[in-house]
C-alpha cells in the first residue's frame, strides 16, 4: 500500500474525511504508539492514548494545517501520554519515563519560579537556546530522551553507539544544560 503525501492526509481531514484517519494510522501510527509507549507502561493505556491522539487530531484539522504531520501528531500523542503518565503516578514513579524525569530532576526547577505562563515560555525559550548549541547528534539524543522518552538502549541501537557512551554524553549534556539555566538565573 502506497503512503499518502501529508498534504493529501491534512485535505482529507479538511474535507471530513474518515480515509484521513486511516491514513494517518498507515504512515505514522507506529510512530504515536511508540511516542505514547515510551512513557506509559500500560498497553491499554498506550491504546487509549493513540485513539485519544486520532480525535484530538480530528477535532484540530482544520483548522489548523500543521506542517510537519508527524511532529503533530506525536506532540498531541506525548502530552497525552504525559497527563495519563501523572493520572496514573500521582504517588509514586516507575516506568521508563519515571527514569527521564529522575534524571532531569536536577536540570529544571521543578515548579519553583514556573507560577506564570510567561516563566514558563521563558524556560522554554532557554532551553530552545541551549538546544540550538548542540551539534546535530547530541540534539538528537537529548530530545529523544527527554522528549520523546527513548529508552538509552533504543538510542545505542538508532545511533551505533554503546548505551554506556550516550549514558555519558546524555549525563554531559544535563551538566551543560544545569550550567546554562544556572548562567540565566532560573537555577540557584
Known amino acids: 500500500m502506497t503512503r499518502l503525501e501529508d498534504s493529501k492526509i491534512i485535505s482529507l481531514f479538511f474535507e ?8 494517518l494510522d498507515c504512515k505514522y501510527g507506529s ?3 511508540k511516542t505514547a509507549a515510551n512513557i506509559l507502561n ?13 480525535l484530538r487530531t480530528w477535532n484540530s484539522i482544520p483548522p489548523h494545517a500543521p506542517n510537519p504531520l508527524v511532529g503533530y501528531v506525536c506532540r498531541i500523542a506525548r502530552n497525552l501520554a504525559v497527563n495519563r503518565y501523572h493520572a496514573n503516578n500521582a504517588e509514586k514513579r516507575g516506568g521508563n519515563y ?11 526547577p521543578s515548579g519553583v519560579n514556573l507560577e506564570t505562563d510567561y516563566e514558563a515560555k521563558e524556560l522554554s525559550a532557554a532551553i530552545n537556546r541551549f538546544l540550538s548549541t548542540l551539534d546535530q547528534k547530541d540534539r538528537f539524543l537529548f530530545v529523544r530522551r527527554y522528549w520523546y522518552a527513548d529508552s538509552v538502549s533504543d538510542l545505542a541501537a538508532r545511533t551505533g553507539l554503546g548505551a554506556n557512551r550516550i549514558s555519558v554524553r546524555l549525563f554531559r549534556l ?4 544545569r550550567s546554562t539555566l544556572v548562567k540565566e538565573g532560573f537555577l540557584a
Open 16 to 23: 471530513r474525511s474518515e480515509q484521513a484517519i486511516r491514513e
Open 42 to 54: 500500560n498497553r491499554l493505556d498506550v491504546e487509549e492514548c493513540v485513539n485519544d491522539t486520532y
Open 98 to 108: 519515571g527514569l527521564v524525569l529522575d534524571e532531569m530532576q536536577e536540570c529544571i
Open 174 to 177: 544535563r551538566e551543560k544544560l
Open 31 to 33: 510512530a504515536i504508539k
